[in-house]
């Protein structure tokens, strides 16, 4: 492998491993922090990415699109809260699959009546459909940049929203004792349910993101549910800085896996997965 292909993969990596920070993000925020373990979590990411091939038919602009997807995924979420979450704050983790997992099927059955089971392709905005000249035969496309600037972007925003503000404090609070800080005066079903929504815009928003990249197709959330909860495993539960290094290692570890031996690379990431649990099975970050 040439420098010029191994800075490819570099890039590809990161990327990749920025994207699935930003699912991973609001996984463990709703699995961490609510003790909600949300299978749907993976049919959010869908939804984003078939939002964006709807809207962007329509309006004819996938920047237009993020920005009105982005509301109504946030909308959505709280509405789902309210309607169905917020009663399984007090049941056991059984029930909470149960009902996530029967979101799954009702959300796949929803796509394929209302979008049917063809594979669609999302435009890249004419802004960022370039590409930088790395070599003479090789180069790399600016839209795979601006998703891992935008993710960096909202890791920061995430980072400083939960550490540096009143309402992350709230929420690393309610995380650990909801009873003492409802008592406190918090309105703490307002609270989880704003930080259940922007889980659900976030995952929304990856999938809108990628949706140029990987094209729009039936089942894409299964496979970024089981690779998020990996993450979120890794890292540490409820840790979002310890989501965004194993979303890194994990980026790392599939992209150069699937170079260097191929046959091994679908394995590769569930080996670091057992590898950091031997070493910590707390995850490599403790509950932030």
């Not at 059984?94 to 796509?111: A, H, K, N």
């Amino acid at each position: 492998m040439d420098f010029v292909s191994f800075l490819i993969q570099i890039l590809n990596s990161l990327q990749y491993g920025l994207l699935l920070f930003l699912v991973a993000s609001g996984l463990t925020l709703v699995f961490g922090i609510m003790g909600i373990i949300n299978l749907a979590h993976g049919s959010f990411y869908m939804i984003g990415a078939y939002m964006a091939f709807a809207l962007t038919s329509a309006t004819g602009n996938l920047m237009l699109a993020i920005v009105l997807g982005i509301p109504l995924a946030f909308a959505f979420g709280a509405l789902l809260e309210k309607l169905l979450f917020v009663h399984l704050y007090k049941r056991d983790h059984l029930q909470q699959v149960l009902l996530t997992y029967g979101l799954i099927l009702i959300f796949e059955e929803l796509r394929s009546l209302t979008m049917g089971d063809d594979v669609h392709g999302v435009d890249i905005p004419a802004l960022f459909s370039a590409s930088i000249q790395l070599s003479d035969t090789l180069s790399y496309p600016v839209y795979r940049i601006v998703i891992s600037v935008v993710c960096v972007a909202l890791a920061a925003g995430l980072w400083w929203l939960m550490q540096r503000t009143r309402l992350g404090m709230m929420i690393r609070a309610g995380s650990h004792n909801r009873e003492m800080v409802q008592a406190l005066g918090v309105n703490i079903d307002l609270l989880y349910r704003n930080v259940f929504a922007l889980g659900v815009a976030l995952a929304a928003l990856a999938g809108m993101l990628a949706a140029p990249v990987s094209s729009v197709y039936p089942g894409m959330g299964g496979n970024v549910l089981i690779i998020s909860f990996v993450v979120v495993v890794i890292g540490g539960i409820g840790s979002v800085w310890g989501a965004l290094v194993a979303a890194l290692l994990v980026g790392f570890t599939d992209t150069f896996g699937k170079v260097l031996v191929p046959e091994f690379a679908g394995l590769a990431v569930y080996l670091v997965m057992a590898v950091v649990l031997l070493w910590r099975p707390e995850g490599i970050f403790k509950k932030g």
